[in-house]
T-cell receptor, first 114, second 113 residues
C-alpha cells in the first residue's frame, strides 16, 4: 500500500488477555520498527526487524512481549497476559534500507487494558 | 538521564512570533538528526533533517552543533497550524543494523490567535 497500515486502530482488552497487533509496512521497505507511546510520554523503542530477523529486541519490556515478521512484510506484535501498564499507543514504522533513514509511521493501535 | 533531552514546554506564542526549540543528546556517536512533528493523537511525521551546516525549509530553520551535542529548531512567523508537539530525534547504528530512531519526549507548541 501507499503507507504503513496498522490494525486494529483501537483495542480494548481485559487484564490477563492476550492481544495481537498487526503492521503492514510500505511495500519494499526492508526495515520495520515497533515503538510505543504512553500518555504524555515520548516514543519508546521496542524492536527492530531487518527482513524477517530481529537484530535488536532490546526494547521489549518483558517476556510477555514478542514480535515476528514473515515474508519480509507483515509484522505482528503479541502481548501475553496484558497488564494495565501495557495501555499505550503502539506505533509501527518502516524504512527503506537503501534510503537509509526517514521513517514512515503508521497511525498506531491504541491499546487500553481494563 | 534520557539520551535525548527536550524542554517539554508548553510554549504559548502569538501568531507571527518567532519561537526556538532546543535539544541535547548524550551519545557522541549519534549519526543523523531530525525534527519530527506530532499532532494530537496522530503519528509522528518527519519535519526536516538537521545538518551541521544548518538547513532551512520555508519558515523553519534547523541547526546542529556536534561539539556541544545540541540541536535547534527555529520557527518564524508562527501560524495556528504550527501548533503541535515537536520531537527531536537522533539515530545511531547498533551492530551494523540500520539506524534506530531515538526520540526526545517532545516540546509542545501552542500558537494563539
Amino acid at each position: 500500500g501507499a503507507g504503513v497500515s496498522q490494525s486494529p486502530s483501537n483495542k480494548v482488552t481485559e487484564k490477563g488477555k492476550d492481544v495481537e497487533l498487526r503492521c503492514d509496512p510500505i511495500s519494499g521497505h526492508t526495515a520495520l520498527y515497533w515503538y510505543r507511546q504512553s500518555l504524555g510520554q515520548g516514543l519508546e523503542f521496542l524492536i527492530y526487524f531487518q527482513g524477517n530477523s530481529a537484530p535488536d529486541k532490546s526494547g521489549l519490556p518483558s517476556d510477555r512481549f514478542s514480535a515476528e515478521r514473515t515474508g519480509g512484510s507483515v509484522s505482528t506484535l503479541t502481548i501475553q497476559r496484558t497488564q494495565q501498564e501495557d495501555s499505550a499507543v503502539y506505533l509501527c514504522a518502516s524504512s527503506s534500507r537503501v534510503q537509509g533513514y526517514g521513517y514512515t509511521f503508521g497511525s498506531g493501535t491504541r491499546l487500553t487494558v481494563v | 538521564r534520557k539520551e535525548v533531552e527536550q524542554d517539554p514546554g508548553p510554549f504559548n506564542v502569538p501568531e507571527g512570533a518567532t519561537v526556538a526549540f532546543n535539544c541535547t543528546y548524550s551519545n557522541s556517536a549519534s549519526q543523523s538528526f531530525f525534527w519530527y512533528r506530532q499532532d494530537c493523537r496522530k503519528e509522528p511525521k518527519l519535519l526536516m533533517s538537521v545538518y551541521s551546516s544548518g538547513n532551512e525549509d520555508g519558515r523553519f530553520t534547523a541547526q546542529l552543533n556536534r561539539a556541544s551535542q545540541y540541536i535547534s529548531l527555529l520557527i518564524r512567523d508562527s501560524k495556528l497550524s504550527d501548533s503541535a508537539t515537536y520531537l527531536c530525534v537522533v539515530t545511531h547504528t547498533y551492530g551494523g543494523a540500520t539506524n534506530k530512531l531515538i526520540f526526545g519526549t517532545g516540546t509542545l507548541l501552542a500558537v494563539q490567535p
